[in-house]
């Protein structure tokens, strides 16, 4: 079945670091992938997303590219604030057997930024 | 605010109990998606309805199940609890059928705790 492999954390970083999370997934069609943000004591939100290959998301200084040679789709930003620390969650979505789409989640990694 | 609603908030009870939980997707949206959040699996798609009908099914036991009233809000029904039940359970709305490359919004979820 389909997966999603998110780097493990916490990730902590200074303010103003650049930040990195990894993200590869498998999957048996050819998905859409999605990075959703959680903050503390709230559901998820759609931080950015891309449907194919190439593929550039982009939303409050995040990106992240669909590279389906490397079935990968990392989360950067060049400059991290305090307000930026959550989890973020890499997630796809790929068409079943069924004909519908499922969606597949990774565990999340939590973002820790300092002063 | 993501105008996804879901009561309640907090849900304590004892094992082999049954509890039902409640989503109100945001205005307009057609699609209701359930998720379960715990430590030990991540995030879990349950079960996805649109306009009233079963569309996609994910990982969800037999002792759960779950459906979509004409006024589009949907129920969530767990019975004979376990321990491992124990979870936050998400609800997400969107207004299309299909999940491909399309934001879901989610609820602000209700914790469950199975005593």
């Known amino acids: 079945g389909d997966s999603v492999t998110q780097m493990e954390g916490p990730v902590t970083l200074s303010e103003e670091a650049f930040l990195t999370i990894n993200c590869t997934y498998t999957?048996?069609?050819?998905?859409?992938l999605f990075w959703y943000v959680q903050y503390p004591g709230e559901g998820l939100q759609l931080l950015l997303k891309?449907?194919?290959?190439?593929d550039k998301g982009s939303n409050k200084g995040f990106e992240a590219t669909y590279r389906k040679e490397t079935t990968s789709f990392h989360l950067e930003k060049g400059s991290v604030q305090v307000s930026d620390s959550a989890v973020y969650f890499c997630?796809?979505?790929?068409?079943?057997?069924?004909?519908?789409?499922?969606?597949?989640f990774g565990r999340g990694t939590s973002l820790i930024v300092h002063p | 605010d993501s105008g996804v609603t879901q009561t309640p908030k907090h849900l304590i009870t004892a094992t082999g109990q049954r509890v039902t939980l409640r989503c109100s997707p945001r205005s307009g949206d057609l699609s209701v998606y359930w998720y379960q959040q715990s430590l030990d699996q991540g995030l879990q798609f349950l079960i996805q309805?649109?306009?009233?009908?079963?569309?996609a099914k994910g990982n969800i036991l037999e002792r759960f199940s779950a459906q979509q009233f004409p006024d589009l809000h949907s129920e969530l029904n767990l019975s004979s609890l376990e321990l491992g039940d124990s979870a936050l359970y998400f609800c997400a709305s969107s207004p299309t059928r299909s999940h491909f490359g399309n934001e879901q919004y989610f609820g602000p979820g209700t914790r469950l705790t199975v005593t």
């Open positions: 999957a048996t069609g050819y998905p859409s």
């Open positions: 891309a449907t194919k290959a190439d």
């Open positions: 309805y649109y306009n009233g009908e079963e569309r």
């Open positions: 997630a796809l979505s790929d068409r079943s057997t069924g004909g519908s789409y499922i969606p597949t």
